[in-house]
């Protein structure tokens, strides 16, 4: 079963505008989660995380929401550019005491318009 | 400095074989993780080192994977009697330390294909 789901899995948005990526958990044991982008022919990078005991946690253009309640994150790109044309990953990890394994999404492509 | 690398970037193999994938972590690195990515599905963690410790193998989906970590360094994913399921994307990715806050750095991956 899929523990942490991206039900989108393509987004196009002009540049300039906001990009809005959602992903859903069911895992109520989860209290970290990332956000990893990724370009054809390599890795994932990572790109912004956010602890549980906060509800929001921004780094430039690139801001994620948490709302623990509903099990629902979410990355705002703004303004969204060419180069954020990418597979976003979102990720999420439980407290295990030393091993960050991460549960992953299916991706959501993400087209800037330009 | 050089990032977590791969090898082979493509393997195409016939069913029933065996494949070793490898991975270089970066230089330092005491956790190193394999996830998977089949067609159309998120990454699955797969395998986890650190240091000395027993590895944490919950992840791996038969008795046919079986990975080594030598020297605290290099690692190699083994699949034995490979089968058509297996294709998939292989990504290792190594971390300063396991704990959280310290990000984990992907390798490109190895594209394994089982005809």
């Known amino acids: 079963d899929q523990q942490v789901k991206q039900n989108s899995p393509s987004l196009s948005v002009q540049e300039g505008r906001i990009s809005i990526l959602n992903c859903d958990y069911t895992n109520s044991m989860f209290d970290y989660f990332l956000w990893y982008k990724k370009y054809p022919a390599e890795g994932p990078t990572f790109l912004i995380s956010?602890?549980?005991?906060?509800d929001k946690n921004e780094d430039g253009r690139f801001t994620v929401f948490l709302n623990k309640s509903a099990k629902h994150l979410s990355l705002h790109i703004v303004p969204s550019q060419p180069g954020d044309s990418a597979v976003y990953f979102c990720a999420a990890s439980a407290a295990n005491f030393g091993n960050e394994k991460l549960t992953f999404g299916t991706g959501t492509r993400l087209t800037i318009i330009p | 400095g050089a990032g977590v690398s791969q090898s082979p970037s493509n393997k195409v193999t016939e069913k029933g074989k065996d494949v070793e994938l490898r991975c270089d972590p970066i230089s330092g690195h005491t956790a190193l993780y394999w996830y998977r990515q089949s067609l159309g599905q998120g990454l699955e963690f797969l395998i986890y080192f650190q240091g000395n410790s027993a590895p944490d193998k919950s992840g791996l989906p038969s008795d046919r994977f079986s990975a080594e970590r030598t020297g605290g360094s290099v690692s190699t994913l083994t699949i034995q009697r490979t089968q058509q399921e297996d294709s998939a994307v292989y990504l290792c990715?190594?971390?300063?330390?396991?704990?959280?806050?310290?990000?984990?750095?992907f390798g490109p991956g190895t594209r394994l294909t089982v005809t």
């Open positions: 956010i602890s549980s005991i906060k």
């Open positions: 990715a190594s971390s300063v330390t396991p704990n959280r806050g310290h990000e984990q750095y």
